[in-house]
Nanobody
Framework: QVQLVESGGGLVQPGGSLTLSCAAS????????MAWHRQAPGKQRELVAT???????NYADSVKGRFTISRDNAKKTGNLQMNNLKPEDTAVYYC????????WGPGTQVTVSS
């Protein structure tokens, strides 16, 4: 059974930092591309960052230069380092694995507010 679990969300002030983590189990993690998506209340889901099985990252323009995606295939984990957070980064963040099938975690809330 495939399971993804995100952690690391919380409340942070504007300009602050958070690191989200995603732990996978029951899957050949290294074969899958990993991504982080987010969804704010009343808004469409947005693809934030991706990292291929070959460790090639890509970012949405809205987070480029502020967020860094990484992965550790040996540990079956991935991270999203978020710096200089803005109120518009407030959302539920989801970790996904994508290849032959798509798998989603339950999400973790990130709130950026003073």
């Amino acid at each position: 059974q495939v399971q993804l679990v995100e952690s690391g969300g919380g409340l942070v002030q504007p300009g602050g930092s958070l690191t989200l983590s995603c732990a996978a189990s029951g899957i050949s993690f290294s074969l899958y591309a990993m991504a982080w998506h987010r969804q704010a209340p009343g808004k469409q889901r947005e693809l934030v960052a991706t990292i291929t099985s070959s460790f090639i990252p890509n970012y949405a323009d809205s987070v480029k230069g502020r967020f860094t995606i990484s992965r550790d295939n040996a540990k079956k984990t991935g991270n999203l380092q978020m710096n200089n957070l803005k109120p518009e980064d407030t959302a539920v963040y989801y970790c996904t694995l994508n290849w032959l099938s798509d798998y989603w975690g339950p999400g973790t809330q990130v709130t950026v507010s003073s």
